[in-house]
């Protein structure tokens, strides 16, 4: 079975930019769960979306927006970038309350 | 919000050697999940400990949990080259969101 997939690989933006990353959880994984990764840390929790509907958001601004569609698919957005936002970005599915498998991650870079 | 520790943060050791790395943590959680990721690469699930005083071992890896002392450890026996890569725990805040530690950077050396 296919994993966690995510696009783009890569990506290189200036400040003040919007960018969108998109997430395809493993098929029959209904939730979908966003995290920021800088450089030398721990992932962060953003976002998890359970069934289309969000069931949390973690300690980011407004500037952070996401949503699912009826497929399970996701969809990452952030406005106004700054340098801060540069990160890796991992996605991360799973069935319900079990352990999340991640995807390969978006590497955002912003100058 | 829920806070995780790890220490060390670097660890290098030598081949053959043990070593445990702890993970603790702030608030009562019933889930705690250990992930390895290689340099650049995302993140692969090792375990997962469900219940206090689970143990889970895999080749090289034990982990544990308490989840009375808040606290995990992951093992490291005899540890060789392949083993070299950073280590989180994760702590599930009850709502299957999850909270990382700050990692484990570990080296294997000859």
């Known amino acids: 079975d296919a994993g966690v997939t995510q696009s783009p690989t890569h990506l290189i933006k200036t400040r003040g930019q919007q960018v969108t990353l998109r997430c395809s959880p493993i098929?029959?994984?209904?939730?979908v769960s966003w995290y920021q990764q800088v450089l030398g840390q721990g992932p962060q929790f953003i976002f998890q979306?359970?069934?289309?509907?969000?069931?949390g958001r973690g300690n980011f601004p407004d500037r952070f927006s996401a949503r699912q569609f009826p497929n399970y698919s996701s969809e990452l957005n952030v406005n106004a970038l700054l340098l801060g936002d540069s990160a890796l970005y991992l996605c991360?599915?799973?069935?319900?309350?079990?352990?999340?498998?991640f995807g390969p991650g978006t590497r955002l870079t912003v100058l | 919000e829920l806070k995780v520790e790890q220490n060390p943060l670097f660890l290098s050791m030598q081949e053959g050697k043990n070593y445990t790395i702890y993970c603790n943590y702030s608030?009562?959680?019933?889930?705690l999940y250990w992930y390895r990721q290689d340099p650049g690469k995302s993140l692969e699930s090792l375990f997962v400990?469900?219940?206090?005083?689970a143990v889970k071992q895999e080749g090289r890896l034990m982990a544990s949990l308490d989840t009375k002392a808040r606290l995990s450890t992951l093992h490291i026996t005899a540890a060789v080259h392949d083993l070299s890569a950073t280590y989180f725990c994760?702590?599930?805040?009850?709502?299957?969101?999850?909270?990382f530690g700050t990692g484990t950077s570990l080296t294997v050396i000859p």
């Open positions: 994760a702590v599930d805040n009850w709502i299957n969101q999850f909270y």
């Open positions: 400990l469900l219940s206090n005083g």
């Open positions: 608030t009562t959680s019933d889930r």
């Open positions: 979306y359970y069934e289309k509907e969000e069931r």
């Open positions: 098929s029959g994984h209904k939730s």
């Open positions: 991360a599915s799973s069935p319900g309350r079990d352990t999340q498998y």
